[in-house]
């Protein structure tokens, strides 16, 4: 007896949009199987390594890596047998970014801040007509700017000159100004500035738009030579060029009572445009008939991406039902405002943190290639637990439980925070019961429906695709790194209770003896 596929709707006849992650890594380390477990066990889409086995000899800093990105991800979204305009894509940085909440609810955020970007565009930058008829004339207002594309927001701008759009022109941070208390934005250590920079470890958007973006990157990179100092830099700069340009139109069209409040503004500290404060910004060269729009904003509150420079002393890992830690949290950040204790209702409203490893029915069937056994040894998990009973990541500040964390600045975090991940503990049964799970090709269909679990269609469970197409299995691409990965003492992946090979469905070796030739 077969069980249907429940994301599956009855009379499937047509195709909703996929979502796509995409893992920039030219190599396989420790700290990419742990990204990479982290979207496993969440039911993140099979995670497409971008620019995989390739060689970099360029002359910078890093031999070209950090540019050859761009031009990675750009090929991989022109491919229309891969993608389509409508898709959704996020992009993370593969060696420093870890998954902790599921995909439903990081997409239900991307539209709730999108929404509220848009609010916002359209009280500054008001409306104007669009869509010109055969005549020539305009009958229909709309937003005169668009937010689409979200990247991760950041304490500090780096790369660029501080003088330059990238840092300058930018938006101040929707996070209230004294967040922080009295040294906000004034910290001469910048420990204490609101994120407002561009971070191009994240960013999520529809393929249309995102491509587009790393189009425009593309040029800075191979026409004018401008990704040298890597992909953070031309990201940046393309943002703060945006910036620039929607606020000196703002101001170029502003009547005389707009020009006069804003100077008064200016002249008492409460300009809230940053092209009025008292700095000096180096006007950028506007080139004719070039794009300087592409819908882009930051997660200023880090409900998406915590981007963790300068921000490790925002952070703590709170296990919500554990009341006795509050009072020492409080006492060890004075400057608290807001309420941080209490559970996203996102979050509280989702399934349990152990139901995404295994989201799909399980079927009685052996053909329908659920081939990997349970193991006493290896499979134990707690049967019941939810997100109150885990330790998560949290912004005491925003306050927020973001979806994902991209350690970059102080690296160190990479081995420290490892274990305090809420999966760590089970991380080799979570991959196995994640492996496990339906992979029949009714859920391939559920997945051409853009179900909530199920949302790509090439298969495969515990593995990675490359951008050329090629299906990497756990084994394959995180041999021996069960030591700094799973830290739990049970040896190599495959070989815990001897050799086996286990394929799924479509044939693909999702379990194999990858060390049959070691000793």
């Not at 596929?5 to 990419?32: D, I, R, Y």
């Not at 952070?315 to 209490?342: C, M, Q, R, W």
């Not at 909530?452 to 495969?460: A, E, I, L, V």
Request: charged share 25%; proline share 7%.
């Amino acid at each position: 007896m077969k069980e249907d596929n429940t994301t599956a709707p009855p009379g499937l006849q047509k195709t909703n949009p996929s979502f796509h992650l995409l893992v920039p890594a030219t190599e396989s380390t420790p700290n990419l199987c742990k990204t990479l477990l982290s979207s496993f066990v969440l039911a993140y889409p099979p995670p497409t390594l971008v620019n995989y086995g390739k060689k970099f000899d360029g002359d910078n800093w890093d031999k070209g890596t950090h540019a050859g990105k761009i031009r990675g991800v750009y090929d991989y979204l022109s491919d229309k047998d891969k993608v389509a305009d409508e898709d959704m894509v996020l992009v993370i940085d593969g060696y420093d970014t870890w998954f902790q909440l599921p995909p439903v609810i990081t997409i239900k955020r991307y539209h709730q801040l999108i929404n509220e970007a848009n609010d916002r565009l359209r009280r500054r930058y008001s409306t104007e007509l669009k869509k010109p008829q055969a005549d020539g004339t305009a009958t229909e207002m709309a937003p005169k700017y668009t937010q689409s594309v979200i990247f991760g927001a950041d304490k500090l701008c780096w790369p660029n000159p501080h003088d330059d759009p990238a840092c300058a022109a930018v938006p101040y941070s929707t996070l209230p100004k004294g967040v922080y208390g009295p040294q906000t934005d004034i910290d001469p250590d910048e420990f204490l500035n609101r994120p407002r920079f561009l971070n191009s470890g994240t960013v999520l958007g529809p393929v249309k738009d995102v491509r587009a973006l790393y189009e425009a990157a593309v040029e800075k990179v191979e026409v004018e030579n401008r990704g040298t100092i890597g992909d953070q830099f031309v990201f940046a700069e393309i943002f703060g060029e945006q910036e620039y340009q929607r606020e000196t139109q703002r101001q170029s069209t502003q009547g005389a009572g707009g020009r006069w409040y804003e100077w008064l503004s200016n002249a008492l500290g409460g300009s809230d445009s940053p092209l009025s404060a008292n700095r000096t910004i180096n006007n950028m060269t506007v080139v004719p008939a070039r794009r300087y729009e592409f819908g882009i904003g930051l997660d200023y509150g880090s409900k998406l991406f915590q981007t963790m420079t300068h921000s490790a002393n925002d952070v703590e890992f709170i296990t919500y039902n554990d009341s006795t830690v509050f009072p020492g949290i409080i006492e060890k950040h004075p400057n608290l405002k807001a309420n941080p204790f209490a559970l996203p209702i996102d979050i509280q409203v989702a399934h349990g943190p152990f139901w995404y490893s295994s989201p799909g029915n399980h079927s009685l069937d052996p053909t329908d290639g659920i081939l990997l056994p349970h193991s006493d040894k290896l499979d134990d998990l707690p049967e019941r637990i939810d997100w109150y009973e885990v330790p998560l990541a949290t912004n005491l500040y925003s306050p927020s439980v973001p979806s994902l964390i991209h350690i970059n600045g102080d690296k160190s975090l990479l081995d420290d925070w490892w274990p305090s991940m809420w999966y760590h503990p089970y991380g080799r049964a979570l991959v196995r019961r994640y492996i496990r799970s339906t992979q029949t090709r009714k859920a391939a269909q559920a997945a051409a429906a853009g179900g909530q679990t199920w949302w790509d269609m090439r298969g495969g469970r515990g593995g990675v695709w490359t951008d050329n197409a090629v299906w990497m299995s756990w084994g394959e691409v995180c041999k021996k790194t069960e030591d700094q990965v799973f830290q739990d003492g049970k040896g190599r992946w495959g070989r815990e209770e001897g050799s086996r090979k286990v394929t799924n469905s479509w044939g693909k070796v999702v379990i194999a003896d990858e060390y049959e030739d070691e000793e």
